[in-house]
């Protein structure tokens, strides 16, 4: 080969290996492109799902910032200088007063849901402590709110008390802005409690490991009740093993009721043969709405192996848990021995192995293998006969209905129509020698006042009870549950004596009201620390709602329903007049184990 095809052929070979290299060098470049580019993408990725998190706790800080509000004294100004004159307390303009004094306060109600709902999504401690100090802003808001809602019935009842028909043009003003304002209050204290359950969801999602050991730590040591009730409920719903020891030890240890309450009522998302040792030991709890709801879980879920555990609680027994207990054991065995607990010991003696015959049998069948699913979705429990309260010895009676109660609220109607004559005439349930033997007068107002006479008399001093009268708004009695003494049932009955029927129709706050007296809103616990209040209401009624916060009966049916699952107060409804026959109040007592009665 000659010289100038050596040349050729390197050259040739030169430009090859020049093409390999730049070819391997481009495609290193292209290799290092790609692997910067996916770094890129990452720490973009990052840099949005902090910017995300960032947006998260900004609108965390707007959106739980305190609902400002006037002092309740220039409210009530303000409002009084935009109220109706001459117009009746329920024509539209009220209505429409409390939608504008809503208004302002509706973007940062929808924005705190939003928050909630998106911390969800941010499964991290930092995420629980975001929703802890909602949680914080809540409780602190709605004693706020209950506060200037007090001030409001303190103004109320000053005017009642002075005179309900007072012609005053003050004490005119007064009863117009209390059917303004205590419906304002009271929406704002039920979206807190509706902000708290969202809450309680946004806790429940968060299921990774770390967000799953703040919700365990915050469900035993969190400084507040509102904390460990809300981190028990969520670990309700989320589930497995570790959450159900957390709650089993609330249960059985937390200091406060409403904790203990919650914890319990958690467990019925675990399969009956896992959670039995709990519920039958919650039998013995301090607070009766625990040991309640225990009662409830052994009914809901066929536990014939409590049984010689509720003879024994229902040793232990007063009041209406007594009725309670002897309905759950009939349920379970089938057999009525009218609370004593002797014949069921004896019984029980005679068929233990019967008893553990059945317990074995409905294990083997898998009756044990499922949960009990939510308590809204229990079948409140069914009252019974009004023979069978009597052969057990009710406390008192109210329009014909026995109850074994020794906590009791009267809810009772006073609008203008209880002035209107009565029909029919409600039994007279007690002694022939009763002391308030007939009533005085014929008008449905007059009756109410008779058959109230009758029911506080026949209270035993060992019993507690209230007295929540209402029209346009509600007034009470006495501000807390008090017992039955000689000179409580005297001072209760001056006060019966001077109800005067006039205003209109205001059930559904007198309903909260009533609730919480029992207890059972906000923060039962810290007032009633041995438990809630009272277990029983009597609502009577002789029309339809047209005033306050929910107006609409199958709301505030539904929404009754809703709060008292975990409660289970017993309510006993009256219709009387236009409400007879309402199935609202059949149906509130049916949901909660009451009863229903109807006169004209």
């Given at each position: 080969?000659?010289?100038?095809?050596?040349?050729?052929?390197?050259?040739?070979?030169?430009?090859?290996?020049?093409?390999?290299?730049?070819?391997?060098?481009?495609?290193?470049?292209?290799?290092?492109?790609?692997?910067?580019?996916?770094?890129?993408?990452?720490?973009?990725?990052?840099?949005?799902?902090?910017?995300?998190?960032?947006?998260?706790?900004?609108?965390?800080r707007k959106a739980f910032k305190t609902l400002s509000l006037p002092a309740h004294a220039k409210l009530t100004k303000e409002i009084e200088r935009r109220l109706p004159g001459g117009v009746v307390i329920e024509?539209?303009?009220?209505?429409?007063?409390?939608?504008?004094?809503?208004?302002?306060?509706?973007?940062?109600?929808?924005?705190?849901?939003?928050?909630?709902?998106?911390?969800?999504?941010?499964?991290?401690?930092?995420?629980?402590?975001?929703?802890?100090?909602?949680?914080?802003?809540?409780?602190?808001?709605?004693?706020?709110?209950?506060?200037?809602?007090?001030?409001?019935?303190?103004?109320?009842?000053?005017?009642?008390?002075?005179?309900?028909?007072?012609?005053?043009?003050?004490?005119?003003?007064?009863?117009?802005?209390?059917?303004?304002?205590?419906?304002?209050?009271?929406?704002?204290?039920?979206?807190?409690?509706?902000?708290?359950?969202?809450?309680?969801?946004?806790?429940?999602?968060?299921?990774?490991?770390?967000?799953?050991?703040?919700?365990?730590?915050?469900?035993?040591?969190?400084?507040?009740?509102?904390?460990?009730?809300?981190?028990?409920?969520?670990?309700?719903?989320?589930?497995?093993?570790?959450?159900?020891?957390?709650?089993?030890?609330?249960?059985?240890?937390?200091?406060?009721?409403?904790?203990?309450?919650?914890?319990?009522?958690?467990?019925?998302?675990?399969?009956?043969?896992?959670?039995?040792?709990?519920?039958?030991?919650?039998?013995?709890?301090?607070?009766?709405?625990?040991?309640?709801?225990?009662?409830?879980?052994?009914?809901?879920?066929?536990?014939?192996?409590?049984?010689?555990?509720?003879?024994?609680?229902?040793?232990?027994?007063?009041?209406?848990?007594?009725?309670?207990?002897?309905?759950?054991?009939?349920?379970?065995?089938?057999?009525?021995?009218?609370?004593?607990?002797?014949?069921?010991?004896?019984?029980?003696?005679?068929?233990?192995?019967?008893?553990?015959?059945?317990?074995?049998?409905?294990?083997?069948?898998?009756?044990?293998?499922?949960?009990?699913?939510?308590?809204?979705?229990?079948?409140?429990?069914?009252?019974?006969?009004?023979?069978?309260?009597?052969?057990?010895?009710?406390?008192?009676?109210?329009?014909?209905?026995?109850?074994?109660?020794?906590?009791?609220?009267?809810?009772?109607?006073?609008?203008?129509?209880?002035?209107?004559?009565?029909?029919?005439?409600?039994?007279?349930?007690?002694?022939?020698?009763?002391p308030y033997r007939e009533p005085r007068g014929r008008s449905k107002m007059a009756i109410a006042r008779w058959q109230l006479h009758r029911a506080v008399h026949d209270l035993p001093e060992d019993a507690s009870?209230?007295?929540?009268?209402?029209?346009?708004?509600?007034?009470?009695?006495?501000?807390?549950?008090?017992?039955?003494?000689?000179?409580?049932?005297?001072?209760?009955?001056?006060?019966?004596?001077?109800?005067?029927?006039?205003?209109?129709?205001?059930?559904?706050?007198?309903?909260?009201?009533?609730?919480?007296?029992?207890?059972?809103?906000?923060?039962?616990?810290?007032?009633?620390?041995?438990?809630?209040?009272?277990?029983?209401?009597?609502?009577?009624?002789?029309?339809?709602?047209?005033?306050?916060?929910?107006?609409?009966?199958?709301?505030?049916?539904?929404?009754?329903?809703?709060?008292?699952?975990?409660?289970?107060?017993?309510?006993?409804?009256?219709?009387?007049?236009?409400?007879?026959?309402?199935?609202?109040?059949?149906?509130?007592?049916?949901?909660?184990?009451?009863?229903?009665?109807?006169?004209?």
């Amino acid at each position: 080969m000659g010289e100038d095809a050596h040349r050729v052929a390197y050259n040739h070979a030169t430009r090859e290996d020049g093409m390999r290299r730049g070819g391997t060098a481009s495609l290193r470049l292209l290799v290092l492109l790609l692997v910067a580019g996916a770094a890129c993408a990452l720490c973009a990725r990052a840099d949005d799902e902090a910017l995300t998190w960032n947006q998260v706790q900004k609108k965390h800080r707007k959106a739980f910032k305190t609902l400002s509000l006037p002092a309740h004294a220039k409210l009530t100004k303000e409002i009084e200088r935009r109220l109706p004159g001459g117009v009746v307390i329920e024509a539209a303009p009220f209505d429409r007063l409390v939608k504008g004094l809503l208004a302002p306060h509706a973007e940062r109600l929808a924005l705190r849901e939003e928050v909630l709902r998106s911390l969800a999504h941010h499964a991290s401690p930092k995420a629980g402590k975001a929703i802890e100090a909602a949680l914080k802003t809540l409780a602190k808001e709605g004693a706020d709110r209950s506060k200037r809602l007090l001030a409001m019935e303190a103004e109320y009842a000053e005017v009642y008390n002075r005179g309900y028909l007072e012609s005053g043009e003050g004490a005119r003003r007064t009863r117009k802005a209390a059917a303004v304002l205590i419906p304002f209050y009271r929406t704002l204290l039920a979206r807190n409690r509706a902000l708290q359950d969202e809450a309680v969801t946004a806790l429940a999602a968060m299921k990774s490991g770390d967000a799953f050991a703040w919700l365990g730590s915050a469900a035993r040591g969190g400084k507040t009740a509102s904390l460990r009730g809300a981190a028990v409920e969520a670990l309700g719903r989320v589930g497995g093993e570790e959450a159900r020891a957390v709650l089993t030890q609330a249960v059985a240890k937390d200091r406060e009721a409403r904790v203990r309450s919650r914890a319990l009522a958690a467990l019925s998302a675990w399969p009956i043969k896992d959670m039995q040792a709990a519920v039958v030991a919650a039998l013995q709890d301090a607070a009766w709405e625990v040991r309640a709801l225990a009662v409830a879980m052994c009914v809901r879920g066929r536990l014939v192996e409590a049984t010689e555990a509720l003879i024994v609680a229902l040793e232990k027994e007063d009041g209406r848990l007594r009725g309670d207990i002897d309905d759950a054991l009939h349920a379970l065995v089938g057999v009525r021995m009218y609370a004593d607990v002797a014949l069921w010991n004896r019984w029980l003696e005679e068929n233990r192995e019967q008893v553990a015959e059945q317990a074995r049998a409905l294990a083997d069948g898998g009756a044990y293998d499922e949960p009990l699913g939510p308590l809204e979705d229990w079948p409140a429990r069914e009252g019974e006969s009004e023979t069978e309260d009597e052969k057990r010895g009710g406390t008192t009676a109210f329009y014909g209905i026995t109850s074994y109660s020794k906590r009791i609220v009267f809810l009772v109607d006073i609008s203008r129509s209880m002035q209107d004559e009565a029909q029919d005439e409600p039994p007279k349930v007690g002694d022939a020698k009763h002391p308030y033997r007939e009533p005085r007068g014929r008008s449905k107002m007059a009756i109410a006042r008779w058959q109230l006479h009758r029911a506080v008399h026949d209270l035993p001093e060992d019993a507690s009870f209230d007295i929540v009268v209402y029209s346009e708004s509600y007034k009470v009695w006495k501000t807390k549950m008090t017992r039955a003494k000689p000179r409580a049932k005297k001072a209760a009955h001056e006060f019966i004596k001077e109800l005067v029927a006039n205003g209109t129709t205001n059930i559904g706050d007198s309903l909260d009201k009533a609730w919480e007296l029992a207890g059972a809103a906000g923060e039962p616990g810290d007032a009633f620390p041995g438990g809630l209040a009272a277990d029983t209401l009597y609502l009577l009624s002789d029309g339809n709602p047209n005033r306050g916060r929910v107006n609409v009966l199958s709301e505030l049916l539904r929404d009754f329903v809703r709060r008292n699952r975990r409660a289970r107060l017993v309510v006993h409804t009256i219709g009387i007049g236009e409400a007879a026959g309402s199935s609202f109040l059949e149906d509130l007592a049916a949901r909660t184990g009451g009863r229903y009665v109807g006169f004209r």
